[in-house]
Nanobody, 124 residues
Framework: QVQLVESGGGLVQAGGSLRLSCAAS????????MGWFRQAPGEEREFVAA????????YYADSVKGRFTVSRDNAKNTVYLQMNSLKPEDTAVYYC?????????????????WGQGTQVTVSS
């Protein structure tokens, strides 16, 4: 079992920045990779970014490439999502999740453990 707790969400103006954190506990040695997803009201959950535990390779959705950066601190079992140049369309609940594959994908079905989510609201 793995437990994930996100933090760092909030309200920010367009053009601003936020850093989300995802702290993992439990069987963290079993984690292959971590992903970030987001879900806006009435929308499906969509992939945002991911990072491999082993190679530190990173993956991004086209919509956030160049603005968001995913990173990890293995000593703290924590993954971060630095979000810069935020836009109103980035407004959503953001979730972190553990990938069942060593190379993380964009399909939420490839992730097993999920955090409770943190709200990010970007005002125009």
């Amino acid at each position: 079992q793995v437990q994930l707790v996100e933090s760092g969400g909030g309200l920010v103006q367009a053009g601003g920045s936020l850093r989300l954190s995802c702290a993992a506990s439990g069987r963290t040695s079993s984690i292959y990779a971590m992903g970030w997803f987001r879900q806006a009201p009435g929308e499906e959950r969509e992939f945002v970014a991911a990072i491999s535990n082993w190679s530190y390779s990173t993956y991004y959705a086209d919509s956030v490439k160049g603005r968001f950066t995913v990173s990890r601190d293995n000593a703290k079992n924590t993954v971060y999502l630095q979000m810069n140049s935020l836009k109103p369309e980035d407004t959503a609940v953001y979730y972190c999740a553990t990938s069942v594959h060593m190379v993380p994908g964009i399909d939420p079905r490839g992730y097993d453990y999920w955090g409770q989510g943190t709200q990010v609201t970007v005002s125009s």
